[in-house]
């Protein structure tokens, strides 16, 4: 019935020190799976994470896409494994400490700077900080975050049992997502921008299916309403122009993500939305700094790509470190 | 049945081998409707036995008023993680999923004796002057909750004049209601201070100075 689950931060006492041949800042599946290959290959491996081990993959409570998995796994059990893997190899791993400036001083030593005043030299570093969801920026958004406005179905999700809850943006997140909250929730209402959704068919049929579920196109969400907590959301349907309020005691909100990039973002190319330009190898323009994950552009945010993207990394490093040591 | 697994006891005993000072987890459990006070005293014990420098130890909150007013435990299940001496370090409810993360970080704080923070937090928890209550509200499944609950950990070994309370929301509703609690993690200062999301130190210095002022 419980599960324990073992991310425990190591004291900076435990941390080897000195300079590492791989500084991955990040540790969802992809920078894991660069810390995987580099460590087992016996590269002196750092990870930096702001929060704890696993990324977005690990907050998706059943994945069932990824090849090996037939009955599915669950997300933090998956990307536990995937930590351990890379634990098992040699790679060192901190995590709730926040890297804040990355420094090339020279090509071959990169310092990495962190929220909690360390500084981590690596000989190359990864970024691997994925996305983060994006806002909406409407009235109330701000106002009730953790008064029942949430981001995070897998963490707020049991608040809102025998509740109503609206669910902002009917993409494969929103719909994944909202899928969990109907095994608490009342009723679960759907409200997506466009006229239709790009989500998988599977996510489309189960919430079309739900008894306990209306999925709503054309909606455009203007505000969430509430008083001490949310009580409603405001929408127009963009075809009839019709106003509605939705009651509501939570609201969760999945309108896509942003690229958190924005502190290397004097150091390499990004795309207009902030995701990071690498070539087919994963390097930026700045010698020995690779990108990979849902940070990168042109990546489709699946964590098989993600994992492709961290050995491809980890096969650049390695020749790279090679030609440093000439 | 073992509530952790073979595998988790060999990387919790790996973990746990570097302790320095002797811990003691005192659990305080209740019989009334704690659903899972059984699990937490199991819990406890399995932990203390992967390392010499732990035990636990279990009082009935409901009778041992005194050993609980000792603590200034006021609700159950509870568990105090006490080092060389009590640093303020609590846990209310079942610390599963991501929380037993939290455990056993403030195992290892609770042993050294020595919080992790930079030295700007630091200069303003050493002059704390009038006692400081931060409670963290947390879900088990939140992967952003124990940044939270450490950071108050952290605080409390720091100064002896801040508590830290971890709290697992869905096993103290009323409490949770109380601070309208919809969303983790959520720290609450002094019950008149909040900052939602897992912010960073600087963040809860200044919620920490809102409810002291």
Same mark, same amino acid.
């Given at each position: ?16 020190? #000195? ?119 409407? *009235? ?30 009917? #993409? ?22 466009? *006229? ?53 005691? #939570? ?58 993207? #961290? ?16 | ?49 992967? %390392? ?43 610390? %599963? ?33 009038? *006692? ?36 697992? %929301? ?44």
């Amino acid at each position: 019935m419980f599960e324990f689950t073992l991310s425990p931060e190591p004291t900076k006492a435990q941390i080897s020190g #000195g300079v590492y041949d791989v500084v991955i800042i990040g540790a969802g599946a992809a920078g894991l799976t660069t810390a995987i290959y580099t460590a087992r290959d016996g590269l002196k491996t750092l990870i930096l994470e702001r929060e704890s081990a696993g990324g977005l993959a690990a907050t998706t409570e059943m994945i069932e896409n990824y090849p090996g998995f037939p009955d599915g796994i669950n997300g933090a059990e998956l990307l536990e494994r995937f930590r351990r893997q890379a634990e098992r190899f040699g790679a060192e791993i901190i995590e709730f400490d926040e890297v804040v400036k990355v420094n090339p001083i020279k090509v071959g030593e990169i310092e990495v700077h962190t929220e909690g005043g360390q500084v981590y030299t690596g000989k190359t570093v990864v970024v691997a900080t994925g996305s983060r969801p994006k806002k909406l920026n409407v *009235p109330g958004e701000k106002e009730f975050y953790g008064r029942g406005v949430s981001y995070c179905a897998t963490c707020d999700g049991p608040f809102f049992k025998d509740k109503n809850v609206v669910i902002i943006g009917a #993409g494969n997140s929103g719909l994944q997502e909202g899928l969990q909250v109907l095994e608490y929730a009342k009723h679960v209402t759907f409200l997506e921008f466009l *006229p239709y959704t790009r989500a998988e068919r599977i996510l489309q049929e189960r919430v079309k299916n739900h008894p306990k579920s209306t999925l709503l196109f054309n909606q455009q969400v203007t505000a969430i309403q509430g008083d001490k907590t949310v009580t409603g959301v405001v929408a127009v349907d963009r075809e009839t122009k019709a106003e509605h309020v939705y009651p509501a005691d #939570g609201v969760f909100i999945y309108v896509g993500y942003s690229p958190y990039s924005a502190f290397v973002a004097d150091l390499v190319e990004t795309n207009k939305w902030g995701y990071i330009i690498t070539d087919e190898k994963m390097r930026t323009k700045v010698p020995g700094l690779y990108a990979i994950g849902d940070v990168r552009a042109d990546n489709p945010a699946q964590l098989s790509v993600s994992v492709g993207d #961290g050995a491809k990394a980890a096969l650049a490093i390695r020749d790279f470190i090679l030609e440093l040591q000439g | 049945m073992a509530l952790l697994n073979d595998e988790i006891v060999r990387n919790v005993t790996e973990m746990l081998a570097g302790l320095t000072n002797n811990v003691r987890l005192v659990v305080f459990t209740t019989k009334n409707g704690c659903e899972y006070c059984k699990e937490i005293v199991q819990l406890a014990q399995e932990v203390a036995a992967t %390392s010499p420098k732990l035990t636990a130890e279990v009082y009935d909150f409901d009778t041992a008023r005194d050993k609980a007013a000792a603590y200034n435990i006021t609700m159950a299940p509870a568990m105090v993680i006490v080092g060389a001496r009590d640093y303020g370090l609590r846990y209310y409810g079942i610390p %599963s999923g991501h929380e037993f993360s939290t455990l056993l970080y403030g195992i290892q704080r609770a042993s050294e004796g020595k919080p992790d923070l930079d030295p700007q937090t630091l200069s303003f928890l050493n002059g704390l002057t009038q *006692p400081v209550n931060i409670q963290v509200f947390v879900t088990p499944t939140c992967p952003y909750c124990p940044r939270a609950a450490i950071l108050a950990y952290d605080m409390a070994v720091a100064s002896d004049k801040v508590i830290a309370d971890v709290v697992e %929301s869905m096993e103290f509703p009323e409490l949770a209601n109380r601070f309208n609690v919809m969303g983790v993690p959520l720290s609450v200062i002094n019950a008149n201070s909040r900052v939602e999301g897992a912010a960073p130190p600087y963040m809860i210095v200044d919620a920490i100075k809102a409810a002291l002022a």
